[in-house]
């Protein structure tokens, strides 16, 4: 296995559809910018809860890890 050195950056995704749809929010534009995204990991998930005590809107927080070139 090939040595890797990482870059990790935070992204906070949201989306009124739920947590995963956040998570893609955050990676599908992370990985238009950067290149060489391998991997997250979640570090927060917060809510809005609207009237009625429903969910309203999901917010994500997670670290991104991408390899350096050489």
């Given amino acids: 296995m090939p040595e890797h050195v990482y870059k990790v950056v935070e992204l906070v ?4 559809q739920g ?3 956040a998570i893609q929010t955050a990676i599908s ?3 238009a910018s950067l290149r060489h ?5 979640v570090t927060q998930i917060r809510g809005a ?4 005590g429903k ?3 999901t ?3 997670l670290k991104a890890g ?3 070139e050489e």
């Fill in 13 to 16: 995704g949201s989306s009124p």
């Fill in 19 to 21: 947590i995963d749809a």
């Fill in 29 to 31: 534009r992370a990985g």
């Fill in 37 to 41: 995204l391998r991997w997250f990991e």
């Fill in 49 to 52: 809860v609207g009237q009625g």
């Fill in 55 to 57: 969910v309203e809107h």
């Fill in 59 to 61: 917010q994500v927080t």
């Fill in 66 to 68: 991408f390899t350096l």
